[in-house]
């Protein structure tokens, strides 16, 4: 593939930044790639089993003169991050992120981009239950979405830049307001996650079910529960902290229909019941014919 930036910078060497300078190199998109993590151990993790970047031990000298700053970290670092490196960017740099909150990080980042400096918030909506730079791989984002929330006054032709990389590692792509992006991440990825690590506790906590036979008869959607429950507890602390008003009207929503579902069992209603898991089978199909899943068992992931 054709180059699309001289040089990209990536800050935050976890499985979603470690993924980016894997795939950008792999797929030849950007002549130099350098990557950055304030953690030390991860910096020499990263060195050591090579990701695709030259890693750099300060934050100015990774994104020095770099035409593209993709900050992967999470979303409650976002505004510091941006806060540290801004002052390092040359004229004409486009500043990037992969948070699946966007109206909070724009709202923390928009007020400090220098003059000539352009923000093109993203979300690839990807990704796995592990972390680390060890757990990148370099198609991660192939037949994925990756959403992106320009701000208003953004160039055509920068968004378009970001969109083409985007693109350019095998995602489908698409633009919409920040503040609808947040409301329908909620119900379709926050939502299920906040309702993963409730069960998940629930049983765990539950003083006549011991440990020992909750994983000895886990059952497929239990199994299923804890795969999403063991995702990053960092990066989802600070989801559900920088997206609360949409979690809450979704948790609102969601609770109200609960409600309605523990009426139809008091009252024996199984037509109710039967009804509902009809319709919500028929969302299963539809995903699998988008092509976001697939009908084969692959329990564990």
Not at 3 to 10: G, R, S, Y
Not at 164 to 173: E, H, K, T
Not at 226 to 235: C, E, F, K, L, Q
Request: hydrophobic share 45%.
């Amino acid at each position: 593939m054709a180059e699309l930036f001289e040089k990209v910078a990536v800050v935050g060497l976890g499985l979603i930044g470690s993924s980016l300078t894997r795939a950008i190199k792999a797929k030849g998109l950007s002549r130099f790639v350098s990557g950055f993590d304030k953690d030390a151990s991860v910096r020499q993790q990263a060195t050591e089993i090579g990701i695709g970047a030259e890693i750099a031990d300060d934050l100015s000298i990774a994104i020095s003169d770099a035409d593209l700053v993709i900050m992967a970290v999470p979303v409650g670092a976002v505004g510091a991050v941006a806060a540290e490196l801004v002052p390092f960017l040359k004229a004409g740099a486009i500043l990037s992120d992969v948070g699946s909150v966007k109206k909070s990080i724009i709202d923390a980042v928009e007020p400090l981009l220098p003059e000539g400096v352009w923000f093109v918030p993203g979300h690839p909506v990807a990704g796995t239950e592990y972390s680390g730079p060890a757990a990148g791989f370099p198609s991660l984002f192939e037949g994925r979405w990756c959403i992106l929330t320009p701000l208003e006054g953004t160039p055509r032709s920068v968004t378009d830049k970001v969109s083409a990389l985007w693109a350019a590692l095998g995602s489908d792509v698409e633009e919409m307001d920040a503040g609808h992006h947040d409301i329908v991440l909620a119900i379709t990825s926050h939502i299920p996650h906040l309702i993963a690590y409730n069960i998940v506790g629930t049983a765990a906590d539950l003083e006549e079910v011991t440990s020992s036979e909750v994983i000895k008869y886990s059952a497929g959607g239990f199994r299923d529960f804890t795969r999403i429950a063991a995702s990053d507890p960092v990066m989802w602390r600070d989801v559900f902290m920088n997206n609360k008003e949409a979690v809450l009207e979704m948790l609102g929503r969601f609770t109200e229909d609960l409600t309605q579902l523990q009426r139809h069992i008091r009252r024996g209603d199984g037509q109710a019941l039967e009804d509902l898991f009809s319709r919500t089978r028929k969302i299963r199909r539809s995903i699998v014919e988008a092509g976001q899943e697939t009908e084969k068992p692959d329990f564990g992931r």
